[in-house]
């Protein structure tokens, strides 16, 4: 009987296309959304193996804007192993001279308003016009496998053929605000690679989907109409933040309602305090699947830029986005120390069980918690 010839290792070739069907594997420790488990390829008996990065080759192929090195950085950025936090932040702080040269607009609205639709029109729109988009698409994370479908991309069949689109489907992990964790790194990597357009998609998940307006320059609520009373619409929250509201499907039947409801959304916003200084917030209509009125929101937003540059309100938000910034990790950074000291996990299951029972109210148990870490720092 003859010896079984044993089968080479297959290595993928370094520098290949990114467009071929060769699975790429994340880093290891797990990102935003998922736990850190091992990988069936790093399980099995064929192992693909690829050759780390520095973070001169991070920083050099974005800006060169190689795209298969752009999706590992934002990956990196993403990883929640500490090793890769601390290399991810050198990368970004090589990168940060080459960021803020582009347009952040944020997409939000309820689900099944057309918005990957909408942006897929937008961003074969802009790719025709010249500009180079980048699209970063959220998508919820379950509750219970922390997993996401993160199709996207299958969705936007026409935008992910343009050679000067990038898009990165992401998950929330859990994040609230329909937006990542990590999304206002991964904004500034896909503007350091040369994209002069960055489109966020946000969940899509109501009221409570406001944290994408502390990352963006102009902040656009996509609505429906005949879908309730319009004016039901006007409430505090996401809608007093928008910088345009556009009533998307205005086409065939609908068309009529449509510019209806722009009509009452627009009498109704001239009560409302403006979102943007010296920026007036008004009501469109669009058809992502015609295009119509596509060319026109993209004039608003234009308009925007131009009218709040000159003002300084574009620069002034921007620098206080960052110190927004900042404030969020250190918030992030408290937390994660809070959860993970050893004290407050050893005395948890206890007051947890006093505060179930009805032994304990719960402010008390709040002040207890904290009281350990609090006499641990003095």
């Known amino acids: 009987m003859s010896q079984e010839k044993q089968r080479p290792e297959w290595v993928p070739p370094e520098g290949g296309d990114e467009f071929t ?14 736990p850190g488990t091992r990988s069936i390829a790093h399980s099995g008996q064929h192992r693909y193996r690829r050759r780390q990065l520095s973070v001169d080759d991070h920083v050099q192929g974005v800006l060169r804007g190689d795209r298969s090195i752009l999706a590992r950085t934002i990956t990196l950025v993403e990883s929640n192993a500490p090793a890769h936090i601390e290399m991810a932040q050198e990368v970004l702080k090589q990168l940060l001279p080459h960021t803020g040269n ?6 939000t609205g309820v689900p099944g308003v057309g918005k990957s639709t909408f942006i897929e029109a937008l961003g074969v729109f802009l790719c025709h016009q010249g500009h180079r988009v980048a699209v970063l698409a959220v998508d919820p994370s379950s509750s219970v496998t922390r997993g996401s479908i ?21 998950p929330t992990g859990g994040t609230l605000g329909g937006v990542t964790r990590k999304s206002r790194e991964t904004m500034l990597v896909c503007e350091a690679a040369g994209f002069d357009v960055v489109l966020v998609e946000t969940v899509g998940v109501g009221q409570s989907e406001i944290t994408v307006r502390s990352m963006v320059d102009f902040f656009l609520l996509l609505m429906l109409s005949g879908a309730g009373d319009e004016l039901q619409g006007i409430k505090k929250g996401v809608i007093e933040l928008a910088d345009a509201l556009l009533i998307n499907k205005a086409d065939g039947d609908n068309k009529i309602r449509a510019q209806a409801a722009r009509t009452e959304y627009n009498r109704a916003l001239h009560y409302l305090a403006p979102a943007t200084e010296g920026w007036r917030t008004r009501a469109y209509t669009c058809s992502a699947v015609s295009g119509e009125g596509i060319a026109e929101i993209w004039d608003v937003i234009k ?29 992030e950074h408290l937390r994660t120390r809070f959860f993970n000291d050893p004290r407050v996990i050893n005395i948890r299951p206890q007051i947890e069980q006093a505060v179930i029972e009805g032994k304990l109210p719960a402010t008390v148990a709040a002040q207890e918690l904290l009281h350990i870490v609090e006499q641990h720092d003095k």
């Open 21 to 34: 069907t060769n699975v790429m594997h994340g880093v290891e420790g797990g990102h935003d959304g998922m």
């Open 102 to 107: 582009s347009i952040r607009v944020g997409i």
């Open 150 to 170: 993160l199709g996207d991309k299958t969705r936007m069949e026409m935008l992910v053929r343009e050679p000067n689109a990038f898009i990165r489907p992401s």
């Open 303 to 331: 308009d925007f830029r131009q009218k709040t540059t000159e003002s300084g309100v574009f620069q002034n938000r921007r620098r206080m986005q960052i110190l927004d910034w900042v404030y969020t990790m250190v918030e």
